[in-house]
């Protein structure tokens, strides 16, 4: 990998964590200058249902900065896969007593990192199956 590549996957993972920060901060105007005005948007908190839209995403996230006090989710392990001026970010999220995966999607906006799409979930609790499973054992 070159020198270049590594100092593009520093500024994204410097947006992932920035990201985070403006989370746990509850500053609400950074995390609206954060997210994408060109590109489709989605958030995918967890337990709710996917968001789509610009104005829906920001409303959801409005809801869990500001109208609540915002949680104090701490990222760990992050991994990006980069292609070109998208980039992905796989990774841990810690709230609380409970960890997430989680997966944001970056785009290049004149040479600024946006964010396009957060998705976040708990992780499975070993020895449950899912629904998938209990479907095939039924038929």
């Known amino acids: 990998m070159s020198m270049d ?3 593009g996957l520093a500024e994204v993972l410097a947006v992932n964590e920035l990201f ?3 989370f746990r901060s509850g500053d609400f ?3 609206d200058a954060l997210w994408s005005r060109r590109e489709d948007v989605s958030v995918y908190h967890p337990d709710w249902p996917g968001i789509t839209g610009r104005e829906d995403v920001m409303a959801s996230w409005y809801r869990l900065m500001v109208a ?3 949680p104090g989710v701490f990222v760990r392990n992050p991994m990006v896969i ?3 001026r998208v980039a992905v970010v796989f990774c841990f ?3 609380d007593q409970q ?3 989680a997966s944001n999607v970056f785009v290049q906006e004149d040479g600024i990192w ?3 799409s957060h998705h976040a979930r708990p992780l499975p609790v070993l020895g449950q199956s899912s629904e998938d499973d209990s479907a095939d054992d039924a038929g």
């Open 93 to 95: 999220e810690d709230i």
């Open 82 to 84: 980069r292609e070109g």
């Open 20 to 22: 985070y920060d403006i």
């Open 68 to 70: 609540n006090a915002p």
């Open 114 to 116: 946006k964010i396009t």
């Open 99 to 101: 960890t997430m995966t």
């Open 29 to 31: 105007a950074a995390m």
């Open 5 to 7: 590549q590594d100092a």
